[in-house]
């Protein structure tokens, strides 16, 4: 892994500084992250708890404290709330469009006059939105889960990797002010 140091070379670093904080409220957490990436964060330097690859590696924590500093937990890019919402309106809106599209090409091609074509194409795009309406339901289920788990485990952990003092310094800040818990910086392995 090449990380940046604190002093700015591209050098692999032996460790990587990181900013972490836990949160109990997840609209907090999107706020801190938002908040991060307009102070200029990427989001490749924002991580949580990958949950459901702890499950399968056998790492089970009761409390977040047990994996704030431990470098070897499996971690995901955070999404924010917004983010899914995103999909899921693609899932929604992606599906009616598809199935609306495939049907007035058959009615289309089968001859069959405007009227049949709006009746074919409406009863085709309800039935298609409505098993993309399954797959935002799957999708938003799965999200909210995976977070409400992590809080019922004391809180979600968020890492942010940091390359310079003043992002540490911004970091730091940010996530006191959106009130997250056990703020504090460490360094860590690079793996």
């Not at 002093?7 to 460790?15: D, I, L």
């Not at 977040?64 to 995103?86: C, L, Q, W």
């Not at 993309?132 to 019922?152: P, T």
């Amino acid at each position: 892994m090449v990380a940046l140091e604190m002093s700015g070379s591209t050098a692999p670093a032996a460790h990587v500084r990181e900013a972490v904080a836990v949160f109990d409220d997840p609209d907090r957490l999107d706020g801190a992250v938002a908040e991060l990436q307009q102070c200029g964060f990427n989001r490749a330097d924002l991580s949580i708890a990958d949950g459901e690859r702890c499950r399968r590696l056998g790492i089970a924590y009761t409390d977040a404290r047990e994996i704030e500093d431990d470098p070897k937990v499996p971690r995901t890019v955070f999404i924010s709330k917004a983010s899914v919402g995103d999909a899921e309106g693609v899932l929604i809106g992606g599906a009616v469009y598809l199935g609306a599209v495939i049907a007035a090409g058959f009615a289309a091609a089968s001859g069959v006059g405007i009227a049949g074509t709006i009746a074919v194409v409406t009863l085709a795009a309800a039935l298609t939105g409505a098993v993309g309406l399954y797959l935002r339901g799957s999708v938003h289920r799965r999200y909210v889960g995976a977070i409400h788990d992590q809080v019922r485990h004391g809180g979600i952990v968020l890492w942010v990797n940091l390359h310079s003092p003043e992002q540490e310094q911004c970091a730091v800040g940010i996530l006191n002010r959106c009130a997250a818990k056990r703020v504090h910086v460490h360094e860590v392995p690079a793996l």
